[in-house]
């Protein structure tokens, strides 16, 4: 049974899915178009065309649910409207490391998230162990490369 939990995303977020629901939808017709038309060329058994076409329709509409789903669950969080001590979703952190080297990260919804721009999703280690936390606290987190310990430096509602 599926829950019906919100999805927690910051209004960007939001605003991709929507962009990328609505190229699904308008890819809908050109898969049909070519299943017809790959159904047009005979024996369907070893139709490659038809048989890729198919495929890809199942995926486009698998896709289509899942973003539905979060878009009808979203939860639009604006940070900027957010105060407070404590870390939550939104907020952006500034860590130090065990060297003292300042690591910025901002926790956002899963769809929204790369490590790489600073952008940790709420239900990474990370992010699950920061929430709640406040300014000069120190956390111990378990990462795939192994144990890591983080100081809380700064926290901001940008």
Request: glycine share 8%; no cysteine; hydrophobic share 40%.
């Amino acid at each position: 049974m599926a829950t019906m939990d919100k999805v927690p995303m910051l209004a960007e977020g939001y605003e991709r899915l929507t962009a990328d629901l609505k190229v699904l939808r308008e890819e809908r017709p050109k898969i049909v178009e070519a299943i017809e038309e790959a159904r047009a060329h005979g024996d369907l058994s070893e139709n490659a065309e038809y048989h890729a076409a198919k495929e890809r329709q199942g995926q486009v509409e698998a896709m289509i649910g899942d973003i539905e789903g979060m878009v009808s669950r979203a939860q639009i969080i604006d940070p900027t409207t957010l105060s407070g001590n404590k870390i939550v979703f939104g907020a952006t952190v500034t860590l130090l490391d065990e060297n003292d080297k300042p690591i910025r990260y901002q926790i956002v919804g899963q769809t929204e998230a790369d490590a790489a721009k600073g952008r940790i999703s709420y239900t990474s280690p990370l992010a699950r162990a920061l929430i709640g936390k406040q300014v000069g606290d120190d956390i111990e987190v378990t990462v795939p490369s192994g144990e890591k310990f983080y100081h809380v430096n700064k926290i901001e509602f940008i």
